[in-house]
């Protein structure tokens, strides 16, 4: 078995009984499995001391047997899910709940063992589960303002220079301490306020009223991954895209 065989070589011929191509399978993906096992679990999870680790080894030792390559999904995927029902299965069984965790530390032990090609799928995965969490979280704080996904959908200005003039009028918002204030608190957009330190009419800003303040939401909250939607690189300038 050479040591840089391809992962999917590696699931093919694993899939097709060769047990030493399965173990460096599992020993490859194995910082993977911690991985997901501790944001399961909420806490740091070591190999060989506690037993969530052998039910991740074990999960994902039965997501190579089921893993289907028409079924569409990514065997990272499937694993990841088969790994997420054991662990609930297990703690069902335990009448046991774990507290949330950060997963720094375990995350900086293991990076330079993993391999470089799963690597790159390990941060596929993660950047995914981040993008799910940011829009989870931006929705509950629209809603706070009366405003769903739905909503900018269709308040969303229809041409380039009207969303320029919107964006404008929400980058004003959050430079603005007493107009921010005003939002945070009254959760509404200061219009009159406003209509001095813009060039856009009052009629205007009320139309796009809702898309202003789904701005102003994402400009003031830690959203790096869709501040790049409106204009925004994820350290929180003007990316210059036209």
Known sequence: MQPG?????LLALARSGDAVAREELI???????????????????????????????????????????????????????????????YFRREGRHRQVLSLQ????????AVDP???DEINMVDELADRREEIERYQKELASYGITLKDLVKCS???????????????????????RKY?????????????????????????????????VVMLMGNY????GYIGQDRRGGQDGRR
């Open 183 to 215: 939002l945070l608190e009254r959760k509404a957009l200061p219009l009159k306020a406003l209509e001095k330190e813009v060039e856009t009419s009052r009629k205007t800003l009320e139309r796009h009223r809702k898309y202003i303040i789904a701005a």
């Open 117 to 119: 090609v799963a690597r």
């Open 27 to 89: 020993r490859r993906y194995t910082p993977f499995i911690l991985s997901v096992v501790s944001r399961t679990t909420g806490h740091f999870i070591r190999l060989g001391e506690d037993d969530e680790a052998s039910i991740g080894l074990m999960a994902f030792n039965e997501a190579i047997d089921n893993y289907r390559l028409e079924g569409g999904a990514t065997f990272l995927t499937l694993a990841e899910t088969v790994i997420r029902r054991r662990l609930i299965d």
């Open 224 to 227: 790096e991954y869709l501040a």
């Open 105 to 112: 530390a375990m995350e900086g032990e293991t990076a330079a």
């Open 5 to 9: 065989a391809d992962p999917n070589h």
């Open 157 to 179: 200005p229809q041409h380039r220079d009207a969303r320029d003039r919107a964006l404008a009028a929400a980058r004003v918002v959050v430079a603005n301490p007493l107009l």
